[in-house]
């Protein structure tokens, strides 16, 4: 389990697959954005992929877990959208793949420096 507050998703995953030689792809459709934060992105030039999560987890559990671990996690009201975003796999090793909704792939990198400053 990860806090994804540095860095987001992207680089929350880039160091879970760096740090276990695994591949991660993920389902861009399935991660839950609010239309809000997708639109204020849009405006202001930036990846949501990217921006610090407060208060979110990412955690990696076997696949034949996966349907009980969101099932006790959407059963408390804090993880009413959890979801499944993608899977681990053995193909290409420490790297982070999305597929987006038109079927394209594209490899996520960690953040390189910061969208915005830190206020805390």
């Known amino acids: 389990m990860r806090d994804p507050t540095r860095g987001g998703l992207a680089t929350t995953l880039k160091e879970i697959a760096h740090g ?12 839950p954005v609010s239309e ?19 208060g979110k987890l990412v955690a990696v559990v076997a696949a034949s877990d996966a349907s009980s671990a969101l ?12 979801a499944l975003i993608g899977r681990v796999t053995a ?3 420490a790297m982070v793949t999305i597929r987006n909704p038109f079927g ?5 990198e960690m953040l390189a420096g910061d969208q915005f400053p830190r206020i805390c």
């Open 91 to 93: 193909d290409h090793p």
């Open 20 to 31: 276990s030689s695994v591949g991660i792809e993920i389902e861009e459709e399935q991660i």
């Open 104 to 108: 394209a792939r594209r490899i996520l």
């Open 36 to 54: 809000a934060v997708k639109g204020a992105c849009e405006m202001l030039g930036l990846d949501y992929l990217y921006l610090a999560n407060e």
């Open 71 to 82: 099932e006790a996690m959407r059963q408390d009201p804090l993880g009413r959208d959890a």
